[in-house]
C-alpha cells in the first residue's frame, strides 16, 4: 500500500510570495492533518480536514489555509510569506479522524524555503 | 492547554547500553499517546499508541509504557540503526480539540558502535 506522498519535495520562494503544498493520503484514509516543524518550535499542528470540511485548526494566522478535495487528497496554501515560514510542512493522514486506534501516519514533508 | 516535555533533549549510548527516554504530558482527558521515529531529512515513522495507564507495547528493541502523568520508552541493546529523533505527541479527549496532536520536542539518540 503506497504511503502518504507530498509534492514538492522542495521548494525556494521570496518574501511576499505565495505557496501552494499537495498532500495525498493513504488510499481509504479520509483524515488529512498538517503540521510545520521547525528546529525551534519543533512540530506544531495547523489544521484537519474531513471529508472536505476542516475539523480543527492551530494557532497560526489566516494566511494559512487549507483544503480537502473529494479523493481526500489535499492542499495547503501559505499567502504573503515570511522569512518565518521557513520550514518543513508535514502531512499525516488516518482512517478517521478522533477514534481509538487512527493513528496518523506521516509524509516525507515539502521543505519551504523563503528568501 | 496540552503540554508535552520529553527528555533529554539528546542521549549518547554506546551499542548495547540500555536506557529510557521519558515523555511527560499535561492533557484534558487523554484519548491516546502516540510515540514516533524520525530519522534526518524524513516524516515521522509511527511506532506506538498507548490508551490508559498500565499498558505496555513492544516492537524489536523498543518498549512503551503509560502513566497517568508519563511515558517512557525503553531501549533494550540499542544498535546505531536505532539513532534517531524519538517523539512523542499526545490526543485530548475533550472539546474540539481531539482531532490535533500536540507534540514534544523530541529526544535525538545516538547509537554508537
Known amino acids: 500500500k503506497a504511503g502518504v506522498t507530498q509534492t514538492p519535495r522542495y521548494l525556494i520562494k521570496t518574501r511576499g510570495q505565495q505557496v501552494t503544498l499537495s498532500c495525498s493520503p493513504i488510499?481509504?484514509?479520509?483524515?488529512v492533518s498538517w503540521y510545520q516543524q521547525t528546529p525551534g518550535q519543533g512540530l506544531q499542528f495547523l489544521f484537519e480536514?474531513?471529508?472536505?470540511?476542516?475539523?480543527n485548526k492551530g494557532n497560526f494566522p489566516g494566511r494559512f489555509s487549507g483544503r480537502q478535495f473529494s479523493n481526500s487528497r489535499s492542499e495547503m496554501n501559505v499567502s504573503t510569506l515570511e522569512l518565518g515560514d521557513s520550514a518543513l510542512y508535514l502531512c499525516?493522514?488516518?482512517?478517521?479522524?478522533?477514534?481509538?486506534?487512527?493513528?496518523?501516519?506521516f509524509g516525507p514533508g515539502t521543505r519551504l524555503t523563503v528568501l | 492547554e496540552d503540554q508535552v516535555t520529553q527528555s533529554p533533549e539528546a542521549l549518547r549510548l554506546q551499542e548495547g547500553e540500555s536506557s529510557s527516554l521519558n515523555c511527560s504530558y499535561t492533557?484534558?482527558?487523554?484519548?491516546?499517546l502516540f510515540w514516533y521515529r524520525q530519522d534526518p531529512g524524513k516524516g515521522p515513522e509511527f511506532l506506538f499508541t498507548?490508551?490508559?495507564a498500565g499498558e505496555e507495547k513492544e516492537k524489536e528493541r523498543l518498549k512503551a509504557t503509560l502513566t497517568k502523568k508519563e511515558s517512557f520508552l525503553h531501549i533494550t541493546a540499542p544498535k546505531p540503526e536505532d539513532s534517531a529523533t524519538y517523539l512523542c505527541?499526545?490526543?485530548?479527549?475533550?472539546?474540539?480539540?481531539?482531532?490535533?496532536?500536540?507534540f514534544g520536542k523530541g529526544t535525538l539518540l545516538t547509537v554508537n558502535p
Open positions: 499525516a493522514s488516518s482512517l478517521e479522524g478522533p477514534s481509538r486506534g487512527n493513528e496518523q501516519f
Open positions: 488510499s481509504g484514509h479520509r483524515s
Open positions: 480536514y474531513f471529508s472536505e470540511t476542516q475539523r
Open positions: 492533557v484534558s482527558g487523554l484519548r491516546g
Open positions: 498507548l490508551y490508559s
Open positions: 505527541a499526545v490526543r485530548p479527549s475533550s472539546g474540539g480539540s481531539n482531532y490535533k496532536l500536540t
